[in-house]
């Protein structure tokens, strides 16, 4: 038969690199300050002003906002008309007992209720300092939670507030399959829509343990490092986890070498060692 001459085609040859044993781990999140403090009233009423906006930098100790002076006021004088009358009626109650006009029970009662008319008293008193929310920590402010002249409940948060000396973190939600790669001081890259085109470095510094019912994911939390750059809480970020690894580097072949493939299974040309002819390799 005839045989049929095979034209040889030129092929461009690329070189392997050596890559991590693990690969790199890709996931989205929010900027957020490390700790946020919600800040509540101690006495409940109606809520006099705000001092700062949201936004705003404020430094330890700075008055962020404060209640109706009139009210609690109010209770600290009906506090004081009850532990004055409480204590006459005990100095009365004590003067008819020497007489022998009352019971020996009766000037108990009276000396029961005056002390506890006196501590209502002091209560009231050491509430009315409160009747103010001040910063704990220097920090910003990232939400008000209530509204001027608001009536609002004991305790009842109106202010949310970032700690500015704990840094910033980002937390991303992983697969169970992607959690299990990542270790606690592995390095990440963070990328931030604010910042494009730079890299803020960062590392791991948190692990859940358990996956959120609801997604079934593992939340992982990444600390930034600011890098002298003015950060804020919801700036959306990138992060790129390189997870250590035990395995030794692995040879990483060039995308464009790939020429078919089969679900897991691909195969390559490889140059001969004389470098005169490419086989195909899977």
């Given at each position: 038969?005839?045989?049929?001459?095979?034209?040889?085609?030129?092929?461009?040859?690329?070189?392997?690199?050596?890559?991590?044993?693990?690969?790199?781990?890709?996931?989205?999140?929010?900027?957020?300050?490390?700790?946020?403090?919600?800040?509540?009233f101690k006495v409940g009423g109606v809520?006099?002003?705000?001092?700062?906006?949201?936004?705003?930098?404020?430094?330890?100790?700075?008055?962020?906002?404060?209640?109706?002076?009139?009210?609690?006021?109010?209770?600290?004088?009906?506090?004081?008309?009850?532990?004055?009358?409480?204590?006459?009626?005990?100095?009365?109650?004590?003067?008819?007992?020497?007489?022998?006009?009352v019971t020996r029970e009766q000037?108990?009662?009276?000396?029961?209720?005056?002390?506890?008319?006196?501590?209502?008293?002091?209560?009231?008193?050491?509430?009315?300092?409160?009747?103010?929310?001040?910063?704990?920590?220097?920090?910003?402010?990232?939400?008000?939670?209530?509204?001027?002249?608001?009536?609002?409940?004991?305790?009842?948060?109106?202010?949310?507030?970032?700690?500015?000396?704990?840094?910033?973190?980002?937390?991303?939600?992983?697969?169970?399959?992607?959690?299990?790669?990542?270790?606690?001081?592995?390095?990440?890259?963070?990328?931030?829509?604010?910042?494009?085109?730079?890299?803020?470095?960062?590392?791991?510094?948190?692990?859940?343990?358990?996956?959120?019912?609801?997604?079934?994911?593992?939340?992982?939390?990444?600390?930034?490092?600011?890098?002298?750059?003015?950060?804020?809480?919801?700036?959306?970020?990138?992060?790129?986890?390189?997870?250590?690894?035990?395995?030794?580097?692995?040879?990483?072949?060039?995308?464009?070498?790939?020429?078919?493939?089969?679900?897991?299974?691909?195969?390559?040309?490889?140059?001969?060692?004389?470098?005169?002819?490419?086989?195909?390799?899977?």
């Open positions: 038969g005839k045989t049929q001459a095979v034209q040889a085609q030129r092929v461009r040859v690329a070189t392997t690199t050596l890559g991590p044993g693990a690969p790199a781990i890709r996931a989205s999140g929010l900027l957020e300050a490390k700790d946020q403090m919600q800040l509540a809520i006099a002003r705000f001092y700062v906006d949201e936004g705003a930098s404020v430094t330890r100790g700075q008055l962020l906002a404060s209640l109706e002076q009139t009210e609690v006021e109010s209770q600290v004088a009906q506090a004081r008309e009850w532990a004055e009358k409480t204590a006459r009626d005990r100095d009365r109650a004590e003067r008819l007992y020497a007489d022998s006009v000037v108990e009662d009276a000396r029961t209720a005056a002390a506890v008319a006196a501590a209502q008293l002091k209560t009231a008193q050491f509430n009315s300092g409160y009747a103010e929310i001040r910063a704990p920590a220097n920090g910003a402010v990232l939400r008000r939670l209530a509204q001027a002249r608001e009536l609002v409940a004991p305790g009842v948060p109106v202010l949310l507030l970032s700690d500015a000396g704990r840094g910033y973190v980002v937390r991303v939600a992983l697969s169970d399959r992607a959690f299990l790669a990542v270790m606690l001081g592995d390095a990440v890259d963070v990328e931030l829509d604010a910042y494009l085109g730079r890299t803020f470095p960062g590392t791991v510094s948190r692990l859940t343990r358990a996956a959120d019912p609801r997604t079934g994911t593992f939340d992982v939390e990444v600390k930034v490092a600011p890098q002298n750059a003015p950060l804020a809480s919801g700036m959306v970020a990138k992060v790129t986890i390189t997870p250590r690894s035990d395995s030794p580097a692995l040879p990483r072949v060039p995308i464009g070498a790939l020429v078919e493939g089969d679900q897991a299974h691909a195969w390559i040309f490889v140059v001969d060692a004389d470098g005169t002819r490419a086989r195909r390799r899977g």
